[in-house]
């Protein structure tokens, strides 16, 4: 292949011109952010060159001045920086695209100072709003030249002399007609608040400081009280209620990040999909959603993340999402995975109060990623019924632990689960330590209770054996148990309505025989009775003693729902995107211990009959069958208007035939 030329792609003004002043950027009020951005940079090259020693007269104190003139319909930004040179003028400002602030880096690199600037586009923003835009200029060096520079936005500039006197810079802008809002003083001071509000240096507006300058997210956590986060957090979210916990994120390498992180409580009103976190360059402003940064699991976490590092567009309005990035996310998934577990260790209490809001954070993260989910599994903890003090009780070989009193008085138990409650007394524990518990009475085996105002039922018959169930009853449990199934391959995750532990039924009473003429035990007379009057072939009917030291307490049935039938029934609902309705085919567990379903068998087989049909008592069992049946189902199932018209009537009609003997 034969070369035909080689040679330099030019690039002209007039071309890059209509690019940068329609297209670069999204809003056009950032000009403002970009003209009070390269006023800090200003300041903080003239601090840096003085430390250096390259300056040696006295460095004022830093302002930045903004000005309005409605009838001239200029607004002006001024600062006390390091000013210009006519030859710096020409390098920095006439050269398009081209950042003084890359060269100023490289040679002060070593004096601690931040620079805001990267692209050198920022200035050029002005010509959005601007039909003329004018810089006045006075470099700190010795015996400089101030010079006067305009533009009308076309690729034509004029630089001449000018008699300003203080070394720094000010920038003059004519706005065009359609861009007066600028002119108007409280929209002025929304944008310093919106973008400028905590750059290091007081911006001034009619003598008023506008700016709030200190960023307490750039300070180490040694010099913060938990007041000053408190009050961090109310002045980024007022009317808000205050933070669970937070996390300080201060780091250089691999790459520089500054920010402080907030658990939020958890309101209905908690969009978890967009992220609430304020993403800074630098302590300028550049987004309030910046879900590229924050893992997914995260998202709903508020606060301020501040990096130079964070790839950003040209324009400083958006991320650009890179491996930077990502190693960021993983950054920021670390930290609040070491901050849960310092609190966790340190104080357990603080730790259980958080957790109805964290948990699910935590779960959902553990599911989602697997360095996460290492730092945390040994800290997702659950409500459980376990009470040392109720359902064991102490036996000759529990260990107890003691302490003595400072004035030399008895010996006095600690409680271990002191520090392990909530506020209204439930004891929180991992699935380690309930295997460790239980092992004993059921080893690699795990109760737990989805909902526990439908289960309470269920969950009291396993407390009264002496079994302890775990609740699980956040929205995202029912996922989370397929992923600890996973995790724990060997145990079996049992809901308390799914089946009956052999522990909770009585075999001897079940066996029991009562009917010396047709040979039939209780229990198979009681199922009889059952099917007879329900008449529902796709109920299966279960007769079992359930045990208990108090039958009357007992429910005289429950309702089964077989555990594989039940997730496949949520599964398949899931993915038709729609509610799990209650399956036909289920158990009915009549309990042969309740003094009602004993008396059943006497009332069922009264002797009078009036006419055709059924005895008035056997009658009533039917209607009682039924009537416990509905009980039963309504721990499991929200009634139909048919259903619950039927309920009412029957039970009227029960409580009218039990009184009128």
Same mark, same amino acid.
């Given at each position: 292949?034969?070369?035909?030329?080689?040679?330099?792609?030019?690039?002209?003004?007039?071309?890059?011109?209509?690019?940068?002043?329609?297209?670069?950027?999204?809003?056009?009020?950032?000009?403002?952010?970009?003209?009070?951005?390269?006023?800090?940079?200003?300041?903080?090259?003239?601090?840096?060159?003085?430390?250096?020693?390259?300056?040696?007269?006295?460095?004022?104190?830093?302002?930045?001045?903004?000005?309005?003139?409605?009838?001239?319909?200029?607004?002006?930004?001024?600062?006390?920086?390091?000013?210009?040179?006519?030859?710096?003028?020409?390098?920095?400002?006439?050269?398009?695209?081209?950042?003084?602030?890359?060269?100023?880096?490289?040679?002060?690199?070593?004096?601690?100072?931040?620079?805001?600037?990267?692209?050198?586009?920022?200035?050029?923003?002005?010509?959005?709003?601007?039909?003329?835009?004018?810089?006045?200029?006075?470099?700190?060096?010795?015996?400089?030249?101030?010079?006067?520079?305009?533009?009308?936005?076309?690729?034509?500039?004029?630089?001449?002399?000018?008699?300003?006197?203080?070394?720094?810079?000010?920038?003059?802008?004519?706005?065009?007609?359609?861009?007066?809002?600028?002119?108007?003083?409280?929209?002025?001071?929304?944008?310093?608040?919106?973008?400028?509000?905590?750059?290091?240096?007081?911006?001034?507006?009619?003598?008023?400081?506008?700016?709030?300058? /200190?960023?307490?997210?750039?300070?180490?956590?040694?010099?913060? &009280? =938990?007041?000053?986060?408190?009050?961090? +957090? !109310?002045?980024? $979210?007022?009317?808000?209620?205050?933070?669970?916990?937070?996390?300080?994120?201060?780091?250089?390498?691999?790459?520089?990040?500054?920010?402080?992180?907030?658990?939020?409580?958890?309101?209905?009103?908690?969009?978890?999909?967009?992220?609430?976190?304020?993403?800074?360059?630098?302590?300028?402003?550049?987004?309030?959603?910046?879900?590229?940064?924050?893992?997914?699991?995260?998202?709903?976490?508020?606060?301020?993340?501040?990096?130079?590092?964070?790839?950003?567009?040209?324009?400083?309005?958006?991320?650009?999402?890179?491996?930077?990035?990502?190693?960021?996310?993983?950054?920021?998934?670390?930290?609040?995975?070491?901050?849960?577990?310092?609190?966790?260790?340190?104080?357990?209490?603080?730790?259980?109060?958080?957790?109805?809001?964290?948990?699910?954070?935590? /779960?959902?993260?553990?599911?989602?990623?697997?360095?996460?989910? &290492? =730092?945390?599994?040994?800290?997702?903890? +659950? !409500?459980?019924? $376990?009470?040392?003090?109720?359902?064991?009780?102490?036996?000759?070989?529990?260990?107890?632990?003691?302490?003595?009193?400072?004035?030399?008085?008895?010996?006095?138990?600690?409680?271990?689960?002191?520090?392990?409650?909530?506020?209204?007394?439930?004891?929180?524990?991992?699935?380690?330590?309930?295997?460790?518990?239980?092992?004993?009475?059921?080893?690699?085996?795990?109760?737990?209770?989805?909902?526990?105002?439908?289960?309470?039922?269920?969950?009291?018959?396993?407390?009264?054996?002496?079994?302890?169930?775990?609740?699980?009853?956040?929205?995202?449990?029912?996922?989370?148990?397929?992923?600890?199934?996973?995790?724990?391959?060997?145990?079996?995750?049992?809901?308390?309505?799914?089946?009956?532990?052999?522990?909770?039924?009585?075999?001897?009473?079940?066996?029991?025989?009562?009917?010396?003429?047709?040979?039939?035990?209780?229990?198979?007379?009681?199922?009889?009775?059952?099917?007879?009057?329900?008449?529902?072939?796709?109920?299966?009917?279960?007769?079992?003693?359930?045990?208990?030291?108090?039958?009357?307490?007992?429910?005289?049935?429950?309702?089964?729902?077989?555990?594989?039938?039940?997730?496949?029934?949520?599964?398949?609902?899931?993915?038709?995107?729609?509610?799990?309705?209650?399956?036909?085919?289920?158990?009915?567990?009549?309990?042969?211990?309740?003094?009602?379903?004993?008396?059943?068998?006497?009332?069922?087989?009264?002797?009078?009959?009036?006419?055709?049909?059924?005895?008035?008592?056997?009658?009533?069992?039917?209607?009682?069958?039924?009537?416990?049946?509905?009980?039963?189902?309504?721990?499991?199932?929200?009634?139909?208007?048919?259903?619950?018209?039927?309920?009412?009537?029957?039970?009227?009609?029960?409580?009218?035939?039990?009184?009128?003997?």
């Amino acid at each position: 292949m034969t070369m035909l030329e080689q040679g330099t792609i030019t690039i002209h003004s007039e071309n890059i011109f209509p690019i940068i002043k329609k297209s670069l950027y999204s809003g056009h009020e950032v000009f403002l952010r970009e003209l009070i951005s390269n006023a800090v940079d200003a300041i903080q090259k003239l601090k840096m060159v003085s430390r250096a020693g390259d300056f040696t007269g006295e460095v004022p104190e830093p302002k930045i001045t903004i000005a309005i003139d409605k009838e001239k319909k200029t607004l002006s930004v001024t600062d006390n920086g390091i000013g210009m040179t006519a030859d710096e003028v020409k390098k920095y400002i006439n050269q398009v695209a081209f950042s003084s602030a890359e060269e100023f880096i490289q040679k002060y690199q070593s004096n601690g100072e931040s620079i805001i600037g990267h692209f050198g586009l920022g200035f050029y923003s002005s010509f959005m709003v601007a039909q003329t835009v004018e810089i006045d200029t006075l470099s700190y060096q010795k015996d400089a030249q101030a010079v006067h520079w305009t533009c009308d936005g076309s690729p034509n500039f004029t630089l001449e002399d000018s008699p300003r006197t203080q070394p720094g810079t000010t920038v003059t802008l004519t706005l065009q007609e359609e861009e007066l809002e600028y002119l108007e003083s409280p929209r002025i001071r929304q944008l310093v608040k919106t973008y400028c509000d905590f750059m290091p240096v007081p911006i001034e507006l009619d003598g008023e400081i506008l700016n709030q300058q /200190k960023a307490i997210w750039r300070q180490s956590p040694r010099d913060l &009280k =938990q007041e000053d986060y408190l009050e961090f +957090y !109310r002045y980024l $979210y007022p009317f808000q209620e205050d933070p669970l916990l937070w996390v300080h994120l201060n780091t250089d390498y691999p790459f520089q990040i500054n920010g402080i992180l907030f658990f939020p409580k958890m309101r209905p009103d908690v969009d978890v999909t967009k992220g609430q976190i304020k993403l800074f360059c630098n302590q300028v402003f550049v987004s309030d959603h910046c879900e590229e940064i924050m893992p997914k699991f995260l998202l709903p976490m508020r606060g301020v993340i501040d990096s130079p590092d964070i790839p950003l567009n040209v324009s400083r309005s958006a991320l650009q999402v890179d491996r930077t990035v990502r190693k960021i996310a993983d950054f920021v998934a670390k930290k609040v995975g070491d901050r849960l577990n310092e609190l966790y260790k340190e104080n357990r209490s603080e730790y259980i109060t958080c957790w109805q809001d964290i948990g699910t954070f935590v /779960k959902f993260g553990a599911m989602n990623d697997d360095k996460f989910k &290492k =730092q945390v599994e040994d800290i997702i903890i +659950y !409500r459980t019924t $376990y009470n040392p003090g109720e359902t064991e009780g102490k036996s000759a070989d529990t260990p107890t632990v003691e302490v003595q009193g400072q004035e030399g008085d008895p010996w006095q138990e600690v409680n271990p689960t002191a520090n392990q409650k909530d506020a209204e007394g439930g004891i929180y524990t991992t699935i380690k330590e309930y295997l460790e518990r239980n092992k004993t009475h059921h080893e690699n085996r795990v109760f737990y209770c989805s909902d526990r105002a439908s289960q309470a039922t269920y969950v009291e018959l396993h407390k009264n054996q002496g079994l302890e169930v775990l609740f699980m009853d956040s929205f995202i449990d029912s996922h989370f148990i397929s992923f600890l199934e996973r995790e724990f391959q060997d145990v079996k995750f049992s809901r308390v309505d799914a089946e009956l532990d052999q522990t909770l039924i009585d075999r001897d009473k079940a066996a029991e025989i009562v009917d010396s003429a047709t040979n039939k035990t209780r229990s198979e007379l009681i199922k009889e009775i059952f099917e007879k009057a329900l008449n529902k072939p796709q109920v299966t009917i279960r007769t079992e003693a359930l045990k208990s030291d108090n039958p009357q307490g007992t429910p005289p049935a429950i309702v089964l729902l077989p555990e594989i039938l039940r997730r496949l029934r949520e599964m398949n609902a899931l993915m038709q995107q729609q509610a799990a309705q209650f399956p036909e085919e289920h158990t009915l567990v009549v309990n042969t211990s309740h003094p009602l379903i004993q008396n059943l068998i006497s009332l069922s087989q009264g002797s009078i009959i009036q006419g055709e049909g059924q005895s008035p008592s056997a009658e009533l069992a039917d209607m009682i069958c039924h009537h416990v049946y509905d009980l039963a189902l309504m721990s499991q199932k929200a009634f139909d208007a048919d259903a619950m018209k039927a309920f009412v009537e029957r039970s009227n009609q029960v409580l009218t035939r039990l009184t009128s003997k």
